[in-house]
Each structure stands twice: as structure tokens, then as C-alpha cells.
């Protein structure tokens, strides 16, 4: 079946412009998380939906970042006024609700 | 505070050997570990996993070991193969405490040789 999809592949912005980047999960899973994989770096937690409770956005590294999640399904992440320091490769997962996460294939942001 | 941590980037392996990848973890609130693999250009593929109430698991080649008491998991692959070459990352969660989030290491590329 499909699994989790991610869009763009690649974004290249300048700093300051407003990004948004989008995750398709696998349909029915009722878990969805966000993290971020920098040059070098473990992936980093960034914000956690599960089904129609509040969001854990504990990982968020700013207010400059904050995501939605649409019907339960389609998630979009947002970063206003992005600095270089947010270059990194963004990744969704999904879950039906346990700690095993399916992964998109990464959106490689680029500030320049 | 890297609370879950892989202290060899790399591993060099010859085919049909065992690989060895070691991972540590900080926080004894985890009672949930899972191993992903990651090739170039694609997101982590999910492994193995185990529960704190085992110290082992098993799925063909792949075997993950537990020890509690050492917060030190490891990963065994054997017989491997050059399709195993790859970034292995462990990751770490606490469901009853933290929800299913996950905590990752840095990460061990793990280069299999013919």
C-alpha cells in the first residue's frame, strides 16, 4: 500500500521567506510526528499529533515553527522567517498509534 | 544532553561476518527501543524492536539485545550482507510516560565489504 509521502522532495528559500512543507500519512494511522535531521545529527523531535488531542509540540526549537494537522490526516509544517540554522532534512512519520513510526522520504530544506 | 547515543559513527565489515552496532541510552524512563535503517535519500526504515521486559529479539538475521541494568542496547546482523550497508539509527521511547515519540542516536553507517 502507499506509504507516507512528502512534498516538495527539495526547497531551496532565502532567509527570511516563509516555508511550508507537507506530509501525506498512511491512511488510517491515527499517530503523526515531525522531525528534523540536520548535517551530522540524530533526527530531533519536533511536534506529535495523535488522533483529536492537543499536539505534544515540545520539540519545537522556536515560535518561528508551528504545524496543523487537517482531518486527522494531512499535516503541514510552517517556518516563518527562516534563518540558515533551519537547513536541515524534515521528516514525517505515522503510526496506528504505537512507538513503530512509518517515514516519508524527507523534505531537504536549503536557506541560503 | 544527547540522551540516547551511538558512539561509532562508522563500522567496516566484511561479507558473511557479524555486524556489532552499539547504542546507549540516559534516560530510565525508555522502555521502548527500536533500530531503523536509513539509505541516502530516503527516510528510516523500521528494523527490530524490543520491550524492557526482554533482553532479546529476534527477526532472521537481525538480533537486538537488551541490558537493562547497563542501559545498553546492541544489534546483531549475521550473516551480513553488502546490502546492509546503510545508516543504522537507534531510537528510544517512553509510551506510558512521554507518549510515542521518539529519541534517536546519531547514528552508525555500517559499511559491509566483499
Known amino acids: 500500500g502507499a506509504g507516507v509521502s512528502q512534498s516538495p522532495s527539495n526547497k531551496v528559500t532565502e532567509k527570511g521567506k516563509d516555508v511550508e512543507l507537507r506530509c501525506d500519512p498512511i491512511?488510517?494511522?491515527?499517530?503523526l510526528y515531525w522531525y528534523r535531521q540536520s548535517l551530522g545529527q540524530g533526527l530531533e523531535f519536533l511536534i506529535y499529533f495523535q488522533g483529536n488531542s492537543a499536539p505534544d509540540k515540545s520539540g519545537l526549537p522556536s515560535d518561528r515553527f508551528s504545524a496543523e494537522r487537517t482531518g486527522g490526516s494531512v499535516s503541514t509544517l510552517t517556518i516563518q522567517r527562516t534563518q540558515q540554522e533551519d537547513s536541515a532534512v524534515y521528516l514525517c512519520a505515522s503510526s496506528p498509534g504505537t512507538s513503530k513510526q512509518y517515514f516519508g522520504p524527507g523534505t531537504r530544506l536549503t536557506v541560503t | 544532553d544527547q540522551q540516547v547515543k551511538q558512539n561509532s559513527p562508522s563500522l567496516s565489515v566484511q561479507e558473511g561476518r557479524i555486524s556489532i552496532l552499539n547504542c546507549d541510552y540516559t534516560?530510565?524512563?525508555?522502555?521502548?527501543f527500536l533500530w531503523y535503517k536509513k539509505y541516502p535519500a530516503e527516510g528510516p526504515t523500521f528494523l527490530i524492536s524490543i520491550s524492557s521486559i526482554k533482553d532479546k529479539n529476534e527477526d532472521g538475521r537481525f538480533t537486538v539485545f537488551l541490558n537493562k541494568s547497563a542501559k545498553h542496547l546492541s544489534l546483531h546482523i549475521v550473516p551480513s550482507q553488502p546490502g546492509d550497508s546503510a545508516v543504522y539509527f537507534c531510537a528510544a521511547s517512553a509510551p506510558r510516560g512521554g507518549g510515542n515519540k521518539l529519541t534517536f542516536g546519531t547514528g552508525t553507517q555500517l559499511k559491509v565489504e566483499l
Open positions: 491512511s488510517g494511522h491515527t499517530a
Open positions: 534516560n530510565s524512563m525508555f522502555d521502548y
